[in-house]
């Protein structure tokens, strides 16, 4: 009598454990896929742009980095979005296609490749105070 006391008392443990498993997930396995109503369409922020040292390597959607295109990375949006970024600083604008995955140093919105870079006139500074606005997003 005493073992099945003993085995009932861990089924409600058991139990609380597998349903607040079920609910939550490791983030690397969780969906980063948005909606159209997922998405903000302006951000603003700071950009960084990258170059040489990426050139060649493959982006996070599987193209090869291109430091010529008119491409860039950001956290979250879906790759091949489309946004026209706007320098906040001198009133340049570009539009760029998400291919990759980034920034990684906090407090940046958004990376731009070398040739987005040089069109916004942040090459002196490195960075720039930006204006993301989506034109487009995949079609699902």
Do not use: W
């Amino acid at each position: 009598m005493r073992l099945v006391r003993s085995a009932l008392a861990v089924v409600p443990v058991a139990f609380a454990i597998t349903v607040s498993a079920c609910g939550t997930g490791s983030p690397r396995f969780t969906s980063t896929s948005s909606t159209s109503s997922d998405i903000e369409s302006e951000l603003e922020g700071i950009a960084s742009y990258y170059a040489e040292e990426f050139d060649g390597r493959q982006t996070a959607n599987g193209e090869t980095y291109d430091m010529n295109a008119l491409t860039c990375a950001h956290r979250t949006l879906p790759f091949n979005t489309r946004l026209k970024v706007t320098n906040l600083e001198n009133g340049s604008t570009v539009i760029l296609r998400v291919n990759d995955r980034g920034p990684f140093k906090a407090g940046r919105i958004v990376d731009v490749s070398l040739s987005a870079a040089k069109q916004l006139g942040m090459i002196p500074t490195g960075t720039a105070r930006v204006r993301l606005t989506v034109l487009s997003t995949p079609s699902r």
